[in-house]
Nanobody, 123 residues
Framework: QVQLIESGGGLVQAGGSLRLSCAAS????????MGWFRQTPGKEREFVAA???????PSYADSVKGRFTISRDAKNTVYLQMNSLKPEDTAVYYC?????????????????WGQGTQVTVSS
């Protein structure tokens, strides 16, 4: 069983940057596509970004394209670099993992979720 732990959230002014990290434990995630989702109160959890198990083919929601970058390293950690943050990016951000090569599997078949980290962007 994979455990995912997010970190790096916080309070930042509009236009600022944050880097979220997702550390996996329990087993290696080299066979997992990984991604990030976010959720605000009263709304459905929405897709933000995903990356293949080889660290290629990143996929992004239109709302974050050009501002956010997803990446992963060989040490079981996934990152989300968030630049030019806007107040509407305020949400709890969740790390997600799914067994399979391509990023699309994260959207359709997420098996593992982190506990979430709060990102608040002030105007």
């Amino acid at each position: 069983q994979v455990q995912l732990i997010e970190s790096g959230g916080g309070l930042v002014q509009a236009g600022g940057s944050l880097r979220l990290s997702c550390a996996a434990s329990g087993r290696t995630i080299t066979s997992y596509a990984m991604g990030w989702f976010r959720q605000t109160p009263g709304k459905e959890r929405e897709f933000v970004a995903a990356i293949s198990w080889t660290g290629t083919s990143p996929s992004y929601a239109d709302s974050v394209k050009g501002r956010f970058t997803i990446s992963r390293d060989a040490k079981n950690t996934v990152y989300l670099q968030m630049n030019s943050l806007k107040p509407e990016d305020t949400a709890v951000y969740y790390c997600a993992g799914a067994r399979g090569p391509g990023p699309a599997v994260v959207v359709t078949s997420t098996e593992n979720w982190g506990q979430g980290t709060q990102v608040t962007v002030s105007s």
